[in-house]
Nanobody, 125 residues
Framework: QVQLVESGGGLVQPGGSLRLSCAASGFTLNSYSIGWFRQAPGKEREGVSCVSASARVTMHKDSVKDRFTISKDNAKNTVYLQMNSLKPEDTAVYYC??????????????????WGQGTQVTVSS
């Protein structure tokens, strides 16, 4: 059974950090790029960060590129999103998604093959 499971969300104060994990089962990530997306209440789901199948290519949304880091551990079949200096505007449900592709990655949500159920991140004092 193909599955992506996010974990690591929670409540954090502004300026704090969280590390999200996206664990894959039923398929191997070495042939897939992974994207992290988020959706705040009343807003469209947006791409935040992505990493290519080889892990050689990463991309970030401009508003997070100096604060978020994405990494991929193919041996553990897991992708991580390290989020530092969190701001209230980062509050959202965060989703990971997998796209089978030769290389590269995209922050556009269309075309992704598999999606996780999401994990809530709340940044508030």
């Amino acid at each position: 059974q193909v599955q992506l499971v996010e974990s690591g969300g929670g409540l954090v104060q502004p300026g704090g950090s969280l590390r999200l994990s996206c664990a894959a089962s039923g398929f191997t990530l070495n042939s897939y790029s992974i994207g992290w997306f988020r959706q705040a209440p009343g807003k469209e789901r947006e791409g935040v960060s992505c990493v290519s199948a080889s892990a050689r290519v990463t991309m970030h949304k401009d508003s997070v590129k100096d604060r978020f880091t994405i990494s991929k551990d193919n041996a553990k079949n897991t992708v991580y999103l390290q989020m530092n200096s969190l701001k209230p505007e980062d509050t959202a449900v965060y989703y990971c998604a997998a796209l089978q592709t030769r290389d590269g990655c995209t922050l556009l949500r269309g075309g992704y093959d598999y999606w996780g159920q999401g994990t809530q991140v709340t940044v508030s004092s």
